[in-house]
């Protein structure tokens, strides 16, 4: 029963929202995987990210894509539970540590091992509109236990401007969507976390990036 | 075709759409014989192009072939698009988020005033309402910073893509009254009962092939540049044979299409051609300023909307009010 409700929610409301009232360019489709297991590792700007990159992939592969997102965020409620599990399709990842003895990325695992392809965000939560921030680790953690898992870097510009952090309406504007060449866990934390970097960072300079200023930014 | 009933549109409007369609199908056979002859040149392009026209001419055909409500739908879509491409394009401010929604909001507003046919309300709705909401409601939010050229930019914004496409909307409204101060020379019975569709045939017509025209006699004949800070391709040659051009099309098709007689049809041609300059280089202002090639990607071969309604934001507020003065 979820399984259709969830293919008539991207179909009927994500799609159009994503397609035609905000509009995607995305350069370099083709690198995109057909397959799992992989990750998609992306900037995160706007709640419409995780949804936007599983439109990228059709209706025919939406049951193979999952986003890993936090259970203290998208759990806090019996609503918001419902829905992140069942109509967007999660996978549960637990920030909080030290109170639990199993470990966080199990589900995340479970989800690589078969077959699916997740959608990560390093940079673990949506900053200021259209910035980046430090990233994370866990994925370097990820990336070590599933080796042969490849990861593709995607840099997302424009649905921080649509619907940022804080902000309830929508605004439209055109999305930019840029996906690079994927890579694999290179046996250093540090090393893999500098190629992840400079792979966003050599994908942000391809965009054109029209002024977009906050309040702390002066004229 | 029991699918359409296009009995509500002139057999004038038909053949000139069916006109249109066969210069399509030339475009295609042209391009495939391109290919053929010269397997080594890269005509995707060209074929992009081709292919968009297409696209653009089967909706457009389709909304005015269905009903005028049809039309109105897919004008206010073309300026959503446009306003959409125009934001993406320009600096805004995080500040601004909330009047960006209300500036939305105006689309479909001023097209329901092109519905209901309420000119006083569509010919003030965004220059002066809008106008006054939008940066009162950008004061209530109180960023100071940089507000000048947020509320300058918005307004030519909403100007340029919602107010003056609105007018080609709008000529679906337009019906010769008493007061008309020259006599109209209906082209048909359908085209006296529904003259609008004629009308934005005509100005359609126009204002692309007034692009193509000034195109074609700038590669021919052009030498002196008119604008050559703004748009290098433009000549003195392209610009004077294109309106040239223009306006004795214009007296041609406008009495066949239009209730116009030939000397106000003439007049239309002149207006569209130096407007259809007009709107085009005040597009390539913008973007040169902005320092990109294209205003967008959503066209295949062509660029963006705004690449493609420029010389139309001119044309159809000017050829509106023309024959808006005449008639009405």
Redesign the interface.
Known sequence: MSRALRFAFFLLVVRPVILIIL?L?VRRRHLLPQNGPAIIAANHNSHLDAITLMTLFGMSQLHQVSPVAAVDYFHRNRLMKWFSNEIIGIIPLNRRIGTQRDDPLEPVSKALAAGKILILFPEGTRGE?EELQEFRTGIAHLAKRHPDVPIIPVFMY?LG?SL?RG?G??????CDVFIGQDFRWNGSREAFMQILSSRMSSLADEC?K??????DS?? | MRLFDLSHLASEVQWTMTGVAIALVIASITWRLLKMRHPERDYRELHLRVRTWWVIVGLFGLAIALNRTASFVFLAFVSFLAFKEYLSLIPTRRADHRVLFLAYLAIPLQYLWVYQGWYGMFIIFIPVYMFLLLPARMVVIGETSGFLRAVGTLHWGLMTTVFSLSHAAMLFMIRPTEASRYVPIWPSETGRLNPGPGLLVLLILLTQGNDVAQYIWGKTLGRRKVVPRVSPGKTLGGLLGGVLTTTLTACLLGPHLTFMDWKRSLMAGLIIGLGGFAGDVSISALKRDLGVKDSGTILPGHGGILDRVDSLTYTAPLFFHFVHYCYC
């Open positions: 509009g360019n509109p424009g401007k940022p902000e309406i929508l605004v439209p504007f055109f054109r029209p002024d977009w200023e906050t309040e002066s004229a």
